[in-house]
């Protein structure tokens, strides 16, 4: 059985984790780590903050803040625990950070567990290279009114997927408002909805003359990223160190 410790267990995502686990027979939370150490009542113990963790697992999943990206890393390369990370909001230092600790522990980093949105990340890499440079490419998001972060890093990951399959320079426009340039073959466009209780909801549009291709993933609940985070858990434990992704889980 697979000994996992959460971090961010107290909060929405960590929550719908640790019961995913408990439905799962091959995983096991042993301990949890969260600052509000006191707000839920989980059968294993709670830490606040990674040093603290006295209990061995054999991967952390974490679901907590970008903010706290350093503590982490700190405990697993410290500990040779393997590290899933499942927050968004990565800055370029952090990526820096992420991969240097690769050279130490595997890590597996998405800011999107769920499967179906990086099956779709494929789709739409094949979809810019047949009809990129004929067609216009936007991206809509929606999420729910808590959402901080705009645009989410699953679009920028939909994103930079787009961008990397471009041979020429693609810039991101993010909304129009006061642009009043031409919209570019090259342009990128992306908007942000944020409203009710959208859990997630992506679509990339290729817009042609006279015909649009649209692809949409749309989240229904947040336990599809608690199981595709378990998955990644199982497919980590065993894996040499390295950086990986929900792509090479996929292969």
């Given at each position: 059985m697979i000994?996992?410790i959460?971090?961010?267990c107290?909060?929405?995502?960590?929550?719908?984790?640790?019961?995913?686990?408990?439905?799962d027979?091959?995983v096991?939370v042993?301990?949890?780590?969260?600052r509000?150490?006191?707000?839920?009542?989980h059968?294993?113990?709670?830490?606040?903050?990674?040093?603290?963790?006295?209990?061995?697992?054999?991967?952390?999943?974490?679901f907590?803040?970008?903010?706290l990206i350093s503590?982490v890393?700190?405990?697993?390369?410290h500990?040779?625990?393997?590290?899933?990370l499942?927050?968004?909001g990565i800055?370029?230092?952090?990526?820096?950070?992420l991969?240097?600790?690769?050279h130490?522990?595997p890590?597996?980093q998405?800011?999107?567990m769920?499967?179906g949105?990086?099956?779709?990340?494929d789709?739409?890499?094949?979809?810019t290279?047949?009809?990129?440079?004929s067609?216009d490419?936007?991206?809509?998001e929606?999420?729910?009114?808590?959402k901080?972060?705009?645009p989410?890093g699953?679009?920028?990951?939909?994103?930079?997927?787009i961008?990397?399959?471009?041979k020429?320079?693609?810039?991101?426009?993010?909304?129009?408002?006061g642009?009043?340039d031409?919209r570019?073959?090259t342009?990128?466009g992306?908007?942000s909805?944020?409203?009710?209780?959208?859990m997630?909801?992506h679509?990339?549009?290729f817009?042609?003359?006279?015909?649009?291709?649209?692809?949409?993933?749309k989240?229904?609940s947040?336990?599809i990223?608690?199981?595709?985070?378990i998955?990644?858990a199982?497919f980590l434990v065993?894996k040499?160190?390295?950086?990986?992704?929900?792509n090479?889980?996929?292969?």
């Amino acid at each position: 059985m697979i000994k996992v410790i959460v971090n961010g267990c107290n909060g929405k995502m960590g929550n719908i984790l640790v019961k995913s686990v408990n439905n799962d027979e091959e995983v096991i939370v042993v301990a949890g780590i969260d600052r509000n150490i006191n707000k839920q009542n989980h059968p294993f113990p709670v830490y606040s903050h990674p040093s603290k963790c006295l209990e061995k697992g054999d991967v952390l999943i974490d679901f907590s803040h970008h903010s706290l990206i350093s503590d982490v890393l700190n405990y697993c390369v410290h500990t040779k625990t393997p590290l899933v990370l499942a927050t968004s909001g990565i800055a370029s230092d952090q990526k820096e950070q992420l991969l240097t600790a690769s050279h130490a522990i595997p890590i597996l980093q998405s800011p999107n567990m769920s499967l179906g949105v990086n099956v779709i990340i494929d789709l739409v890499k094949k979809a810019t290279e047949t009809l990129g440079h004929s067609f216009d490419i936007e991206i809509v998001e929606k999420y729910h009114n808590k959402k901080v972060d705009s645009p989410s890093g699953t679009t920028l990951m939909l994103a930079n997927g787009i961008k990397d399959t471009f041979k020429e320079q693609t810039h991101f426009i993010f909304g129009r408002h006061g642009n009043n340039d031409d919209r570019k073959d090259t342009d990128i466009g992306i908007h942000s909805v944020r409203g009710g209780t959208f859990m997630g909801e992506h679509t990339i549009l290729f817009a042609g003359a006279d015909e649009v291709v649209e692809i949409t993933h749309k989240a229904l609940s947040k336990d599809i990223f608690a199981l595709g985070a378990i998955k990644a858990a199982k497919f980590l434990v065993d894996k040499k160190n390295g950086f990986y992704t929900m792509n090479d889980l996929l292969k």
